[in-house]
Structures are given as C-alpha cells and as structure tokens.
C-alpha cells in the first residue's frame, strides 16, 4: 500500500484563514504520516526520501515557519507531537540516508538547529552531517554572499542578510565544525569588524555572537588551530586602533567582544602548554579595550522555595528512607538479590527478627524454618512510601532551659547612685524626699573631727608607704619598648650574644666554609648557574670537596655576593695576609677639585708622599729647585717669597728657645 504525499507546512498568512478544526484534523494528518514513515526499513525510507523530495519540502517548510515563531510548536498537543516527529524524521533522513538530497542545505540545517537549539541529540546530529563533502559548495557560497553583503552594507539591514545572520549564528552555536569552517581565512572576520561600526544594535549582536562562536570553535576538537586564533586576535586588535569615521560608532569588535562576552576566559582555560604562553601576550593586549563603563545586568538568582520536600533523616542526623536508615537498606539490598521475588517489607521484618543478620535471615529462608506468624506474612510487600511535608528536627540538649541572651555592652554605674544600702539613684527619681535636705547634711561636721574619728582615720604608715613607692618620674620613663606594648615577649633565658666573635653566624655554616670562601676569592665563575658551569672540572672539584649539590654551591655564592657584612667576616676569619701591603692608601683630606689644597697635578715624577717634595714634585705639579727655564718653577718660587711671612716655621723656633732653656749651646 503506497503512503500518500506530504503537503507542504502552509505559511502564517494561510494558517489564519484555517478553522481549528480543519487545522487540528491536519495535524493528526501529519502526524500520521510521520509514524508511517518512520516504521518502513531502512532501504524503503531512503529510497523513498530520495525519490520524492515531498518529505524534505514538508521539513523545509515546517522547520522555517517554527524557526521564525517559536510558539508554533507549543500550541497545543498535536503541535508539541509533530514537533518530535519531525525531529525523528531528520534524524533518520540525515543519517541513514547515503546520498542527502540537493534540498538538505545550510539553510535546512540552520532552521533545524534554531527549532531544537536546547534538544541534547542536535550537536552530534549536525556535527555528523556538517562532515560531508556535499555541503561544502553551498558553505561555501554563502560564505562569499555574506562578506560582500556585509562589507556593502549601510545603516539599513536587508531582511535576506538578517535572516542569514539568525541561522547562521543558530549552526555555528550547534556545530564548532561550522564555525572552523567560516573562520578560515581572515576575509569573514575583516567583514564582520568592518561593519559592526555602521550596523545597527540588532545587528551589532548577531555580529558579536557570530564572531565569538567562530574564534571559540578555534579551540574545540582534537587539533585546536591556535596559530590562525592568534592571527584573527591580531587582526581584532588592528582594526580596533583605527581611529572610526564619522558616522561610526566609537566601540569596536573587539571591545564588545571583550567587554559583553567571556571570550578571553574561555581562550585562557582551553588553551594549555605551549600555545598559552604565544596566546598569552594577545590576552593582555585585547584587555585594554574592555569597557569598564558599561554594566552588566544583573543576573536573577532564583531562589529555591522550602515546599517540605526535603530528606528525611533519622534520630542521629543521617539519611533515611521511610525511616528506614540508609544502611538498612543495603541489607535488604543484599537480600533481594538472593531472593528477588521478596518485598522490601517483608525482608525488613526478618531482619527485625534476627537483629539484621543476612546469613540467619538467609539461613532461615533457604531451609523454610521461619516463625508461623512470618511464615504466614505477604512476602511481596513493600515499604509503605509516606510523605513527609515538614522536617522534623531533634533536640540535641534538652536539659537546658531557655533563657534571654545577656546584654553584651557592659553597665556603667552611674556617678549620682548613692553608696547606701537602699542603692537610690537620683535618675530614677526614686529618692525619698526624707533624705533630700538643703546644704551639707551635717553643719557641725569638719574636717578635724573627720580626722580625730578613729574609724574613718587615715592610716598614717599607709600614706607613707604610698608616698615611697610613687615614683615622681614615671610619665618620663620610655616605655616604647617594653615586652608588653611592642607586641611580644623578650627571652631573658637566653645568653647575650658576644659582638667580638665574629664566628657566631658562621658556625651553622658548617666546615665547608673555607673551601667555598676559597674558592669564591680564587674565581667567582665557579658559582655560576649556567650548564657550562656546572659541567666544568673546577665545580665537580668543589662538589668533592664539601659534598653540597649545584643548587647548595650557587645559592651559598649567590647570598654571599648579597651580604657585604658577611663578605668582611669571611675575609677577617679566612683572610691570608702575609705581611707585604701593596696598596697604600690616601688618608689625606680631599676637599674638592681646584682649591688650594687639592692635589690635582700629581706629586712630582715619583709620586713621593714625602715632606717637602724635594726631588719628588711639590702639590701643584711644580717645584722651587726645578729648572730655571720652567715657568712654573719660577711661578713657584713667587709663591713662596710672597708666603715667607704668614707661613713662618714657628715650631722650629719653639723647639730652639727650648733648648736654649735646658742649657744647650746655641753653636
């Protein structure tokens, strides 16, 4: 028996001129239609679906009008039916059909995903089919169609163009193999980011959404394309420096993409090892356009409603099912899998019995000796399932009373309240008007006969006492560094340290010190951290030598060139001098260059430090017994007869009156 043909899904214009009737029977018609196709062979139904192309118009034109009104599809039960049928009806056609039909393009499939965008099975569906050979050329062409519409475009969108970006975007969101597709090359993206400026707010979001499931898609499969990933970050970067022409919006792709999509999050958790530290730099790069003004919606969180659903829990707080403990349940597990046509009611009243025993319980069973009243029991009944709306909660201490929570502010007494026994306070205004009087309350009282009283006297030795212990300069003392107000405590166990030993923080170094100070003088290199060096016959002599690792031996050089203070103190202990000084040096005063005691000019040919300079050069570079001819020992003999009288040698003539004073003769 041949099955009638399919008719097309009739558009919305039509669908308002069909009673519901009429529209109902057409439906149950449809629906009828697919069962019956969906139970012929597998060699029928692809002969079928190839010969007449009735089905696939039928779901060319079913899936186009749901994708445009999404509701089409929930109005009632036969529409939510022939929903599924349809679904089922691709899925056959699209895979076991060996030859798909020249109907099946981008366009079906685009609908398709946009219909069952949230349906589980539609990812693999459309990844197995995006894998054919056939629908290269037409990806291909609208490829082509879609960067010269887009690079043409104006501030007006033409419906074709907007309804190719919807379907398009519905693919790619369903197929990461769609979206790899399109982003080869770098042509689609340049048009998408040419005319994002100039395209209006509706479509500036397909554009985003276009351009974030392609570069995402970059990085999904087994051979995630990273180099042409970095190459379109690039070229987003490039085009975002551009300064927009008049009539341009002032954001750029790649700001909206950084700024209203997780783009830059996904890149950085999908991409891992090698490639990361190329992508990396791009990262930061594109962080500079993110728009900080713009704010996010807020997101609505949905907040669970208690509806007394919640699990039941026994006595000690751990789960139970109909209040039996979770553990229990296990041995009735363990029971029901030796005797399945056994209730679980039943098997809890033998373990009841045996005090939850399954060897006695399954002792019992097999040689028939139970009890007669659970001989006589149904063995095929169940846990009774009781609801439970509220959760009832126990008491874990209710010894203790309840009680009101005590003030946590301390109470202040008050500096009218009275010293009596009554305790009266003036703000209360509870004083009784008998202890109210004007003045003092006794006239007759002074201060003599306080002091006379012998109980109310003051005890003179305690005054003194007192008096000794006051110590005038208390508030003087410094007491910046007391144990009790820098924050710690100070050991006065342990022993003072001795300044003079200059060893004290070398001997946890161990005995290896000389051999690595030693070493460090003879040739630094040897503490390199490069290979070489440690390859070298001077660092495996000084690893024989102290038995320290390469990590040990660069580290020791590496804090000794840090620490001067440890430099002198290695060099005090280790040093070798041998008593021959090479190097004198300068303990004379430098006052700066050019005044009249500086020693700019050298002193002499010989650089004698000798007085006078006789033969060695005076302090300026000349010398009064230099030759005649030269100018600056005539400038310096000059000198010295113009300085004769302020500079006399008045130690020299103290030295002979003194002399002269002791007896000696003047000869």
């Not at 500079?288 to 609505?300: D, E, G, I, Q």
């Not at 939850?356 to 399954?362: P, W």
């Not at 009680?403 to 202040?412: D, E, I, V, Y």
Request: hydrophobic content about 35%; overall charge neutral; aromatic content about 6%.
């Amino acid at each position: 028996m041949a099955l009638p043909s399919w008719a097309p899904f009739p558009p919305a214009s039509l669908r308002k001129e069909i009673m519901p009737e009429e529209w109902e029977a057409c439906l149950d018609a449809w629906i009828s239609l697919s069962q019956a196709h969906l139970l012929l062979p597998g060699n029928v139904f692809s002969l079928k679906s190839t010969k007449d192309g009735a089905l696939v118009s039928f779901l060319s034109s079913y899936f186009q009008e749901a994708s445009r009104n999404p509701s089409l599809a929930f109005e009632s039960a036969g529409s939510r039916t022939l929903r599924q049928q349809c679904f089922l009806l691709s899925h056959r056609l699209l895979t076991e059909v060996d030859v798909v039909p020249p109907s099946i393009d981008w366009a079906f499939l685009g609908n398709l995903s946009t219909v069952y965008a949230k349906r589980g099975a539609l990812q693999a569906l459309i990844n197995a089919t995006s894998l054919r050979k056939e629908l290269d050329p037409g990806l291909q062409n609208l490829k082509k169609i879609l960067v010269k519409e887009l690079e043409n475009s104006g501030p007006g969108v033409s419906p074709d163009l907007d309804d190719s970006l919807r379907r398009l975007c519905a693919l790619m969101h369903a197929s990461p193999n769609i979206g790899h597709f399109f982003m080869i090359g770098s042509d689609f993206l340049d048009a998408l980011a040419s005319s994002y400026g100039t395209a209006p707010s509706d479509l500036q979001k397909k554009l985003v959404t276009i351009s974030y499931l392609g570069l995402t898609s970059l990085t999904e499969g087994d051979k995630p394309n990273v180099s042409l990933l970095i190459d379109h970050l690039y070229s987003l970067k490039s085009s975002a420096e551009v300064k927009p022409k008049i009539g341009q919006t002032q954001t750029s792709l790649a700001s909206s993409l950084v700024t209203d999509t997780p783009l830059l999050r996904k890149l950085q958790d999908r991409v891992k090892g090698a490639e990361a530290s190329r992508l990396r730099p791009v990262i930061a790069a594109l962080e500079a356009f993110r728009n900080s003004s713009v704010t996010k919606k807020k997101r609505l969180v949905r907040r669970k409603i208690d509806k007394g659903k919640a699990r039941d829990h026994d006595e000690y707080g751990h789960g139970s099912f109909n209040g039996i403990h979770v553990h229990r349940m296990s041995l009735v597990t363990q029971v029901q899998d030796l005797f399945p046509d056994l209730g679980s009611g039943f098997i809890v009243k033998l373990l009841d019995e045996y005090d939850d025993d399954v060897e006695q319980v399954t002792a019992h069973l097999l040689e028939d000796s139970l009890p007669a009243r659970l001989r006589e029991a149904n063995r095929t009944e169940d846990i009774h399932h009781t609801n439970t709306n509220t959760t009832t909660t126990k008491d874990l201490a209710p010894h203790l009373a309840p009680h009101p929570t005590p003030s946590l502010l301390p109470t202040r007494p008050n500096t009218l309240s009275s010293s009596n026994n009554n305790n009266t306070d003036l703000t209360t205004l509870s004083l009784p008007p008998t202890h109210l009087h004007i003045g003092r309350a006794n006239p007759t009282l002074t201060a003599d006969t306080l002091l006379s009283t012998p109980p109310t006297a003051p005890n003179k030795a305690a005054i003194l006492s007192a008096l000794a212990a006051f110590d005038s300069d208390d508030d003087e003392r410094d007491d910046t560094y007391d144990a009790s107000d820098v924050g710690g405590t100070v050991d006065s166990t342990m022993p003072a340290i001795d300044n003079n030993n200059v060893d004290t923080d070398l001997r946890e170094d161990g005995d290896n010190e000389e051999a690595l100070f030693a070493a460090y003088k003879l040739s630094p290199e040897v503490f390199g951290r490069d290979a070489v060096t440690r390859r070298g016959k001077a660092r495996a002599a000084l690893k024989s030598d102290t038995s320290m690792t390469d990590e040990a031996i660069e580290g020791w050089g590496l804090m000794l060139g840090r620490d001067a203070r440890r430099m002198r103190r290695l060099e005090a202990r280790f040093g070798m001098f041998g008593g021959v000084q090479r190097e004198l040096g300068t303990t004379a005063w430098r006052g700066g260059s050019g005044g009249e005691d500086s020693d700019i000019g050298g002193r002499g040919r010989g650089g004698s430090r000798e007085r006078g300079g006789r033969g060695g050069g005076g302090r300026r570079g000349a010398n009064v017994a230099g030759p005649a001819d030269n100018k600056g020992t005539q400038i310096a003999r000059q000198r010295k007869d113009a300085n004769k009288g302020s500079r006399a040698n008045h130690n020299r003539r103290d030295q002979r009156a003194r002399k002269m004073a002791r007896g000696g003769s003047a000869g």
